[in-house]
């Protein structure tokens, strides 16, 4: 009987350990009740980051179909004629930055060189009007991509940020399960003892 003691009083002393050195770590650590996860946003300086600039808000209030618009003949002449020495893509182009008039116009002031009616100065400014329009497209380009990139990079992060928050409920949830494991331990031991002793 003295040794059935002995052998139940050394478990609950081993148990007690147990669950009191599991406690000593929890309280030690200070990870029982936190997870971890900061739980104020982050990135909140620059939220706005992906929103358009004042210069790209000022280029996109400019009136395309104001400036096509000139009282000289060349411009008349060109708003009638579509483009037939610019390849079918080029075309296509054009007219989705709304510069086919201005092809036109680059054709009909082509045509005219070496004749009297030739205007090369008005040649070289349609050229860079044309270029100043393909520029502020392949701008628009890549503002949408920088945009897009943008909301990927928020979103990895969005989901990085759950990911965190997942694994430190994991942690927190399991570091419980343990404690409640060695507390019921503890508990059918000294039941254990009762019942034999009784």
């Not at 000022?58 to 060349?74: E, W």
């Not at 009638?80 to 989705?96: D, E, H, L, Y």
């Not at 497209?137 to 928020?154: D, H, L, N, P, Q």
Request: proline content about 3%.
């Amino acid at each position: 009987m003295s040794h059935a003691k002995e052998t139940l009083r050394w478990q609950e002393a081993r148990q007690y350990a147990i669950a009191g050195g599991i406690l000593l770590c929890v309280l030690t650590a200070g990870c029982a009740l936190t997870t971890g996860v900061d739980d104020r946003r982050q990135h909140t300086d620059d939220e706005r980051r992906c929103a358009p600039t004042e210069g790209d808000l000022a280029l996109r209030r400019v009136s395309l179909t104001d400036i096509d618009q000139a009282d000289d003949r060349v411009s008349r002449m060109a708003e009638t004629r579509a483009p037939n020495s610019f390849s079918w893509r080029a075309i296509q182009t054009a007219q989705a930055i709304e510069i086919l008039p201005l092809l036109s116009r680059i054709e009909i002031l082509e045509a005219r060189q070496g004749t009297p009616q030739a205007a090369p100065t008005q040649l070289n400014a349609v050229r860079i009007e044309a270029l100043g329009r393909i520029m502020l497209a392949m701008s628009e380009v890549s503002s949408t991509a920088g945009k897009a990139a943008c909301e990927i990079e928020r979103t990895y992060q969005a989901a990085d940020r759950m990911r965190a928050g997942e694994n430190a409920r994991v942690k927190q949830q399991t570091l419980w399960a343990i404690i409640i494991g060695a507390a019921s331990m503890v508990a059918g031991g000294h039941l254990e003892r009762r019942r034999i002793l009784a």
